[in-house]
């Protein structure tokens, strides 16, 4: 079934730990996003990649980094997580002109 | 700066009433989308109206698009409790293949 799936759901860590966030999707989709979005808030862009070996930075600044190796397989990673990297972070891909976005169930990250 | 900002904030109804929420946006655009995003959870896509639209229905949604007002409203009809969810409009910065998001409507049906 095509879908888009986030590991973990949920993710609660010290800080100064490093961490990987998983998205993949069995879409087929080339272009792949990431969004940080605070409770109650609205999403912000943080990553975006429009294909295999693309990767661009978003309207927020992160200090989390992305790649892209294989077309179906986002992750982001942050080398060394703080309490301000507390949120939800959500992925999302989509296919054609319309930019009409797929996306996964989130994952929420919780920095001690 | 925020392409897009929604109004109301958070909107309380009964089921059975009507649910309206307005989208107000900054620049050009090509197409503008609605999202539903249910607490704690990723989010779906409801509808599109593209720049050259006035109007769209699919089930129970309607959506308004003026693009002299830059401004958008989602209408929903005959609301039920199962609807209770945050929804949030979407432009495409017109030239490029991203989009912005609004601030969102939370939005609570009563049984």
């Known amino acids: 079934e095509a879908d888009i799936y986030q590991t973990p759901r949920y993710l609660v860590i010290g800080t100064g730990k490093k961490i990987t966030l998983e998205c993949s999707q069995t879409?087929?989709?080339?272009?792949m996003y990431w969004y940080q979005q605070d409770p109650g808030m609205e999403l912000h862009l943080i990553h975006y990649?429009?294909?295999?070996?693309?990767?661009e930075k978003g309207d927020l600044s992160s200090e989390s980094t992305v790649s892209r190796i294989r077309t179906e397989h986002f992750p982001l990673t942050l080398e060394s997580a703080r309490p301000s990297h507390t949120s939800q972070y959500l992925c999302?891909?989509?296919?054609?002109?319309?930019?009409?976005?797929?996306f996964g169930p989130g994952t929420r990250l919780t920095v001690l | 700066s925020q392409q897009g900002e929604e109004d109301p904030q958070a909107l309380s109804i009964q089921e059975g009433e009507n649910a309206t929420m307005n989208c107000s946006y900054k620049t050009s655009i090509n197409n503008l989308q609605w999202y539903r995003q249910n607490s704690g959870r990723g989010l779906v896509h409801l509808i599109l109206i593209r720049s050259n639209e006035r109007e769209k229905h699919s089930g129970r949604l309607r959506v308004t698009l003026d693009t002299s007002k830059k401004s958008s409203s989602l209408l929903i009809t005959a609301s039920r409790a199962a609807d209770t969810a945050s929804y949030f409009c979407a432009t495409d910065a017109f030239g490029t293949d991203k989009l912005i998001f609004g601030t969102g409507t939370r939005l609570q049906v009563f049984p």
């Open positions: 999302a891909s989509s296919e054609g002109r319309s930019n009409e976005q797929f």
């Open positions: 879409m087929g989709h080339d272009k």
């Open positions: 990649s429009y294909g295999v070996n693309s990767t």
